[in-house]
């Protein structure tokens, strides 16, 4: 059996200043498990390790790494280590759908 994965084009953080590294190096040790995790993330860019060998390493999805890395690219340190939407996806349920789900 052969698998094929699509590889995307490797992405990297850019060059950290000194005052973002200290920062992503005190996010290790923060009690929030997204910091830790976008910290790991982040650090683990800097020195080298592609997307696909920091999922592998933290166990999470490549695409997690991705979004954490464009995040910060794109946007800078504080923001790529908020939570994303404070407005989280909401299922609206119609009327007749709670009828459907009786048994």
Do not use: W
């Not at 790991?40 to 979004?67: K, V």
């Not at 890395?69 to 349920?93: C, D, M, R, W, Y």
């Amino acid at each position: 059996m052969v698998i094929l994965y699509s590889m995307k084009r490797p992405i990297f953080v850019r060059p950290l200043s000194d005052a973002e590294r200290e920062s992503l190096e005190a996010g290790l040790r923060s009690p929030d498990a997204f910091t830790l995790r976008r910290c790991q993330i982040l650090l683990a860019s800097n020195r080298g390790e592609n997307a696909y060998q920091i999922a592998n390493q933290l166990g999470c999805n490549p695409q997690t790494a991705r979004n954490a890395i464009h995040a910060f690219n794109e946007k800078g340190l504080p923001e790529a280590l908020q939570p994303g939407s404070k407005h989280p996806h909401t299922v609206h349920i119609g009327p007749s759908l709670p009828n459907r789900l009786r048994p």
